[in-house]
């Protein structure tokens, strides 16, 4: 387990053994786990919006790409 991103508004965690990855999008508490090719091309698709210095409008427009697959309620322990 390796935490990737934790923010204000969104929290990753990757889970390589497993081919997964866990987003919480903490403005809504909803999360989900990706896992095989949705986890690959989700990890593919962040680590390009980081290194394009992804900011505002960008990241944006990636949280909504995704948030219809966040369904799961966020439980913090």
Do not use: C, W
């Amino acid at each position: 387990m390796q935490i990737v991103f934790n923010d204000p508004v969104l929290y990753i965690v990757d889970y390589p053994a497993q081919d997964a990855v866990e987003v919480i999008d903490k403005r809504h508490g909803l999360g989900a786990l990706l896992r095989d090719e949705a986890a690959r091309r989700f990890r593919r698709e962040f680590r390009s919006l980081l290194d394009s210095d992804g900011e505002g409008e960008a990241y944006d427009d990636f949280l909504t790409r995704y948030q219809a697959l966040l369904t799961q309620p966020a439980v913090y322990h």
